[in-house]
């Protein structure tokens, strides 16, 4: 079952970037006052617990779908307001773009595709 291997190994790779980026805004707090660097470590650890639990699906990926499909629901629903933080003014960097793509492009593609594995 190829296309199983296939998906396993891309949710793999894509769940690296929450995972990583997660732990290092864990680890690095911005400067700021202490409300900021409090905030940013929760949501840190939010993205980081993201990354994990896409990670968690993977042994049984066929069997995973409620799980996946929710995880997928948070991250669209953080890449909508990313979108409306765009439309309002914020800065489109490079960063905030190559999220936006995994948030609103590759989550919910995987996510499809796992519902396509499964049938």
Do not use: F
Not at 7 to 18: C, E, H, K, N
Not at 83 to 110: I, S, Y
């Amino acid at each position: 079952m190829w296309e199983r291997r296939a998906l396993q190994v891309s949710i793999a790779i894509a769940a690296l970037l929450p995972v990583v980026a997660g732990s290092w805004g864990i680890t690095h707090a911005p400067s700021g006052d202490g409300w900021v660097q409090n905030h940013h470590r929760y949501l840190s650890g939010l993205l980081l617990a993201i990354g994990l639990g896409y990670w968690s699906a993977m042994p049984r990926i066929e069997a995973k779908a409620p799980r996946l499909r929710l995880l997928t629901a948070v991250v669209v629903a953080g890449g909508l307001a990313r979108l409306l933080g765009l439309a309002l003014g914020d800065a489109p960097t490079p960063a905030a773009m190559v999220a936006l793509a995994m948030e609103l492009g590759v989550a919910p593609l995987l996510c499809l595709w796992q519902s396509c594995v499964i049938a």
